[in-house]
């Protein structure tokens, strides 16, 4: 059983970023915690697949410790004849990461790198490393620009040079190849991952930092734009116009206004959309030309440099961009690309590394997205014009989560996604008040609240607010679920939801949970946004529904009522229907583990436990915490999250027919990726149970 999986290009390039990224996505699934490691670095500066990898996953090791050597000193080494102690010392420091990471990702040495091309770059220089650390290989051909021949021939020549150097190859990956294609077949799965401009193309930031450019105009979104192409803009008005492409960056003279305006007025009307635009010669266009270009709104950013045309083209044209810290949305773009191409199910089972049977937080939120892969449904969020949840689409759509509609005007719509640069590519946009579906769920809705007077004349002119509308396709089969709260209210979005979709038969109440992502576990609170003061049946339900979820979701329930006493030693009315809750889960579910009443500390604390309730097989390892009422479970949550530093996902709504939940009015991007990704799972499981 191999702990680690070495990378290694053949020949120099190859994008082994995305095959990186691609295989600590897979790990991070696995194991609590992943480590990376680097056998060589460049002596100048930070290595960006290092720097990558351990943001990313949150390696609590400093990147000094995550290296072998530089190419200067291994050339040194290998100068004098000490090959051998170089491989010593590098083998020394990898064990050292070894031992604290359950699975290592390990990143080859460079053939471009190591300068005079005195340092060990050699394909067996790296067969060597990896049969000392007992990795499994993957070698990694740069496909881009090749022919299919080229790349089919290197490919198999990559596994039978390894094989023969006594490597074990675990998959033979061809990365940025045009077009589609397949390899040839070999004892080992190959795979072809197209080329994706969105991952290669540098971004404005990266041409600006380049050409020393100085910023006229555009902010860090404007800035993180990326660049698919160059046009040179020298001519008259309409010939420019004729040679705009989509997500091109214009470079034209710095007195040329008419370009300028030109350009911003293509990309505001929506005949293109830009990257932005580079002025040169170190010409400052006129004051109120800027203006009238910033009145435009249009969202690009204006740079000016003192090259003239002919160099900024050609300095620009050597710029590759690559997945890193700064530039999130070329990360999932490149995870994307590699989940799309490659069996990961079938990569999983044969790297074979353990799984953890604790769930931590990284593992649970990268387990989402792999899950709602797995069996990809239609989701519907309402608030289309939203920025946050226009990024958030951007990113579920390159890593195939979900298929999603949008709610909105579609020129609305198209017009925010033209002002921020994204691509929105496979969504679709419904406008509420002109779709064909709003006459029939107009007259759905009436017949479901003709007993409260509701006429299909008012149905008609409720059914187009976005959370109706999006509520009716989740009832209707247009939709498998729903996700809003990012600009409306709580009741705003699941009102709809009770009138329409109502709880699960047999299920009193709707209600939620919060997964909380602490440091080293996932917990499972409930309810702590929907139900004030819940009678004992109504928290038995809550407590069955809280278990329920978190089994899906891959944490084993052990479910703690609390209350303000453990046990027998308090008495009154709270702690009475603590304990006739739990009587009525015990009664209902005998294959649940559940305590109560309960304290926190002891439910969550062994040693607390140990004293108060040493015979629970509940208490000190609960991961269901189930709150005796709102206010309780409101607050703690909300301390929880601000004073241990934990990340609360939620509120999941639960109990109902269909998966309907909520955001925070003050979600960030990841928060709604990450609701999404459980809407979806949750749409997977049985239809009686779709929360």
């Known amino acids: 059983m191999a702990r680690s999986v070495y990378l290694t290009s053949v020949g120099s390039g190859g994008g082994k970023s995305t095959i990186a990224l691609g295989l600590a996505e897979l790990l991070s699934r696995q194991v609590e915690r992943i480590g990376v490691f680097r056998p060589l670095v460049s002596d100048a500066g930070t290595d960006p697949i290092l720097a990558l990898l351990h943001d990313r996953y949150r390696i609590d090791l400093p990147e000094a410790d995550l290296t072998g050597t530089t190419y200067a000193e291994a050339a040194a080494l290998v100068a004098d004849g000490r090959r051998e102690e170089l491989i010593s010392r590098i083998v020394e420091r990898y064990r050292a990461v070894e031992r604290r990471c359950p699975a290592v990702i390990v990143v080859g040495s460079d053939f471009a790198d190591g300068g005079d091309g005195a340092g060990p770059r050699e394909l067996a220089f790296n067969a060597r490393l990896a049969t000392e650390f007992g990795s499994v290989v993957v070698p990694v051909v740069d496909g881009f620009g090749q022919q299919p021949e080229a790349i089919t021939a290197a490919a198999r020549g990559a596994y039978h040079d390894l094989a023969d150097l006594g490597a074990t190859v675990l998959a033979v990956i061809a990365n940025r190849v045009t077009g589609t294609m397949t390899l040839p077949e070999l004892p080992v799965p190959a795979y072809a991952i197209p080329e994706v401009p969105s991952v290669s193309a540098p971004t404005v930031a990266e041409v600006a930092a380049a050409l020393d450019a ?84 249009t969202g690009f950013a204006v740079l000016s440099v003192t090259s003239d045309s002919y160099d900024t083209v050609e300095a620009s044209s050597r710029i590759e961009g690559r997945p890193g810290p700064a530039n999130p949305r070329k990360v999932e773009a490149a995870l994307g690309a590699f989940e799309g191409h490659v069996d990961t199910v079938d990569l999983a089972r044969r790297l074979r590394v353990s799984r953890s049977d604790r769930v931590t937080p990284l593992m649970f939120e990268y387990d989402l997205i792999d899950r709602a892969r797995a069996d990809r449904r239609r989701l519907v969020l309402p608030e289309g014009t939203d920025e946050r949840i226009l990024r958030a689409t951007e990113i579920l759509l390159r890593r195939g989560v979900a298929e999603l509609t949008l709610l909105g005007r579609p020129d609305d719509v198209a017009r925010r996604t033209r ?4 691509d929105l590519t496979g969504a679709e946009v419904v406008d509420p008040a002109g779709s064909a579906w709003r006459d029939e769920f107009a007259t759905r809705y009436a017949q479901l609240r003709a007993h409260r007077g509701v006429t299909v004349e008012l149905a008609h002119d409720i059914v187009a607010q976005p959370n109706y509308f999006g509520t009716m396709m989740v009832a209707t089969g247009h939709a498998d679920g729903m996700v809003s709260g990012a600009t409306h209210t709580t009741a705003a979005t699941i009102r709809p939801a009770f009138e329409i979709i109502r709880t ?85 579910r005998p294959d649940l583990l559940v305590e109560g009443p309960i304290q926190y500390d002891a439910a969550i604390d062994p040693q607390v436990a140990a004293t108060k309730l040493p015979q629970s097989t509940v208490a000190g390892r609960a991961t269901v915490f189930i709150f005796p009422d709102l206010n309780t479970g409101n607050n703690t949550y909300k301390a929880v999250q601000r004073s241990a530093g934990a990340v609360a996902v939620g509120p999941v709504m639960q109990g109902l027919r269909r998966p309907v939940n909520d955001l925070s009015r003050g979600a960030k991007v990841a928060d709604i990726v990450n609701t999404v990704a459980i809407t979806a799972i949750q749409a997977a499981g049985s239809p009686e149970e779709g929360s």
Do not use: W
């Not at 002002?419 to 994204?422: K, Q, V």
């Open 214 to 297: 100085t910023l006229l105009a555009g902010d860090d979104a404007a800035l993180g734009r990326d660049v698919l192409d160059y046009v040179v803009g020298a001519a008259h008005v309409p010939i420019l116009l004729d040679h705009l492409t989509e997500g091109a960056l214009v470079i034209t003279p710095g007195d040329r206004a008419d370009l300028l305006v030109a350009a911003s007025t293509a990309h505001v009307a929506g005949q293109v959309s830009l990257a932005g635009v580079v002025l040169t010669l170190g010409e400052q266009p006129d004051p109120r030309v800027m203006r009238l270009v910033e009145r435009l709104s």
């Open 504 to 588: 699960v038969p047999g299920v009193s109440v709707a209600s939620s949970v919060f997964f909380m992502l602490l440091a080293d576990r996932v917990l499972v609170y409930g309810d702590c946004a929907v139900n004030p003061d819940p009678d004992a049946a109504q928290l038995a339900d809550i407590a069955i529904s809280s278990a329920d979820t978190a089994a899906r979701f891959g944490i084993e329930p052990r479910v703690a009522m609390l209350s303000y006493s453990t046990g027998d030693s308090g008495a009154g009315a709270d702690v009475e229907k603590v304990a006739a809750a739990t009587r009525l889960v015990r009664e209902r």
């Open 419 to 422: 002002e921020l640069g994204i």
